[in-house]
């Protein structure tokens, strides 16, 4: 095994204890500058400007910080927000949802339950499948495409 698959192999079986405990300096070790703002900082990327917000591909999105499935493409639709937007979270456990009353805004933020980083938030314009919007930054999120011939 070499070091890049033993590394994800550890990101996949990482503890959740574990995850919560990492320092500012671990995790800066770990994220580059923008997913460190993002992920530990509750920092947003400008609209327009991620890597997925226009991204149709079917696959699973992933926490950046900690490799936890969060969002399926299944869930993924087109909100104009500029950011990418998902109707429900993979699975109901695998996020968070906290009051924020940070910028004279009430906003309820969304924050991966496995490893407590920040992904964005949750608004109540979403579609009709849930009525929820989980606006979430491409910073904190890592794309595994489907493969080909994959059973649903
Ligand atoms: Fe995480």
Same mark, same amino acid.
């Given at each position: 095994m070499n070091n890049d698959s033993a590394e994800e192999l550890n990101k996949s079986q990482s503890d959740p204890a574990q995850e919560k405990a990492k320092s500012d300096s671990e995790w800066r070790e770990e994220l580059d500058p923008e997913q460190f703002h993002v992920l530990r900082e509750k920092g947003t990327e400008r609209a327009f400007t991620g890597k997925y917000w226009d991204l149709k591909d079917a696959g699973t999105y992933r926490c @950046? @910080?900690? +490799?936890?499935p969060l969002f399926s493409s299944d869930t993924k639709?087109? #909100? +104009? #927000?500029?950011w990418p937007s998902f109707?429900? $979270? @993979?699975? %109901? %456990?695998?996020v968070k949802e906290l009051a924020d009353h940070s910028h004279g805004m009430i906003r309820t933020e969304v924050t991966c339950a496995?490893?407590?980083s920040h992904l964005g938030h949750v608004f109540p314009? +979403? $579609? $009709?499948?849930?009525?929820?919007?989980?606006?979430?930054? #491409? @910073? #904190?999120l890592d794309f595994e495409k489907q493969e080909e011939g994959d059973a649903e």
């Open positions: @950046a @910080a900690c +490799g936890e639709y087109d #909100s +104009g #927000s500029g109707y429900q $979270p @993979a699975d %109901a %456990a695998s496995k490893c407590d314009d +979403g $579609p $009709p499948q849930t009525g929820l919007r989980y606006c979430v930054n #491409s @910073a #904190s």
